[in-house]
């Protein structure tokens, strides 16, 4: 027998074996069902807290009403509801002409690079723009004189402290932190928390630093910046009403007379050095398994 016929003779065996052809069948139909679920989860972003999402739970609605009728008997209902839905499928390209338009703009435009996105650049971007937004914040309000303490959460849970303040749960913009710290609204008065790229809370209260060796001139704001970091590996950015300077605190230090270059560095620093670290600890602790 030639050596070719005695290879050949071996990846049969090893087929017939394994039984390739249905472990194919498995990883083709684990595939398929995969590709549907990731369309259906980005269908969903899209119609998401737009007036799409209405018209789809009024889908889901007629449709589910259609099958009610027909397994309780309910025929009249049950044929009415059923052409209701086929003339409504025929106009749904009308209704979602909009989102259809803005999606196919946008996959053209991307060239699929939002679709294969990874989650950690998602978190990175959506830090980054954070980032912008908290330092163009400060220095509104440090040309305006607004006092502001923003206080970023990070490993360490402050539950206890966003419980103090107003539950917000908003996406993080420059206009928006600035109107919370405008004097005479109703929560200028406290600290912003920031949690997952979110204004999760405002107007809360913070501890105060027990450091009895600080200057006299730092006023509430800086002590309670420098109290919340001593309890937490949090970063808190102050911005004094006195004098328009901008500081940060972390790990019970202070860091003062930032100019807004100077703070972005300091919060890329902290925040997507940090994200870095943890994906490469990660890595390094699944490669070594």
Same mark, same amino acid.
Request: net charge positive.
């Given at each position: 027998?030639?050596? #070719?016929?005695?290879?050949?003779?071996?990846?049969?065996?090893?087929?017939?074996?394994?039984?390739?052809?249905?472990? *194919?069948?498995?990883?083709?139909?684990?595939?398929?069902?995969?590709?549907?679920?990731?369309?259906?989860?980005?269908?969903?972003?899209?119609?998401?807290?737009?007036?799409?999402?209405?018209?789809?739970?009024?889908?889901?609605?007629?449709?589910? =009403?259609?099958? =009610?009728?027909?397994?309780?008997?309910?025929?009249?209902?049950?044929?009415?509801? #059923?052409?209701?839905?086929?003339?409504?499928?025929?106009?749904?390209?009308?209704?979602?002409?909009?989102?259809?338009?803005?999606?196919? @703009?946008?996959?053209?435009?991307?060239?699929?690079?939002?679709?294969?996105?990874?989650?950690?650049?998602?978190? +990175?971007?959506?830090?980054?723009?954070?980032?912008?937004?908290?330092?163009?914040?400060?220095?509104?309000?440090? @040309?305006?004189?607004?006092?502001?303490?923003?206080?970023?959460?990070?490993?360490?849970?402050?539950?206890?402290?966003?419980?103090?303040?107003?539950?917000?749960?908003?996406?993080?913009?420059?206009?928006? *932190?600035?109107?919370?710290?405008?004097?005479?609204?109703? *929560?200028?008065?406290?600290?912003?928390?920031?949690?997952?790229?979110?204004?999760?809370?405002?107007?809360?209260?913070?501890?105060?630093?027990?450091?009895?060796?600080?200057?006299?001139?730092?006023?509430?704001?800086?002590?309670?910046?420098?109290?919340?970091?001593?309890?937490?590996?949090?970063?808190?950015?102050?911005?004094?009403?006195?004098?328009?300077?901008?500081?940060?605190?972390?790990?019970?230090?202070?860091?003062?007379?930032?100019?807004?270059?100077?703070? +972005?560095?300091?919060?890329?620093?902290?925040?997507?050095?940090? #994200?870095?670290?943890?994906?490469?600890?990660?890595?390094?602790?699944?490669?070594?398994?």
């Amino acid at each position: 027998m030639s050596g #070719q016929g005695l290879f050949r003779d071996i990846i049969s065996y090893i087929m017939n074996f394994l039984d390739l052809s249905g472990l *194919l069948d498995f990883i083709r139909m684990v595939v398929d069902i995969s590709l549907v679920s990731y369309l259906v989860y980005k269908v969903i972003q899209l119609v998401r807290e737009t007036r799409a999402m209405q018209l789809v739970k009024g889908i889901l609605f007629i449709l589910i =009403l259609s099958k =009610l009728s027909e397994l309780i008997g309910l025929k009249t209902v049950a044929f009415l509801l #059923q052409g209701a839905f086929q003339l409504f499928g025929f106009g749904l390209i009308v209704i979602f002409q909009p989102e259809l338009r803005r999606a196919l @703009e946008k996959l053209g435009s991307s060239g699929f690079r939002d679709l294969l996105l990874k989650k950690d650049d998602e978190e +990175r971007l959506k830090t980054i723009a954070a980032i912008e937004a908290i330092v163009k914040a400060c220095s509104k309000c440090a @040309e305006n004189y607004i006092g502001a303490l923003i206080v970023i959460e990070r490993d360490t849970k402050i539950g206890d402290i966003i419980n103090t303040g107003t539950r917000m749960d908003a996406v993080i913009s420059e206009e928006l *932190l600035v109107n919370i710290f405008t004097p005479k609204t109703p *929560l200028h008065d406290g600290a912003v928390i920031i949690r997952n790229n979110m204004i999760t809370a405002a107007a809360c209260y913070l501890p105060l630093t027990q450091n009895a060796s600080l200057s006299r001139d730092l006023g509430t704001r800086h002590r309670a910046a420098l109290g919340i970091t001593e309890v937490s590996d949090a970063i808190a950015i102050v911005v004094s009403e006195e004098s328009g300077k901008i500081s940060y605190a972390h790990n019970g230090g202070l860091t003062r007379n930032l100019t807004p270059d100077m703070l +972005r560095k300091a919060l890329n620093r902290f925040l997507l050095e940090d #994200q870095d670290d943890k994906r490469l600890f990660v890595f390094r602790k699944v490669k070594n398994k």
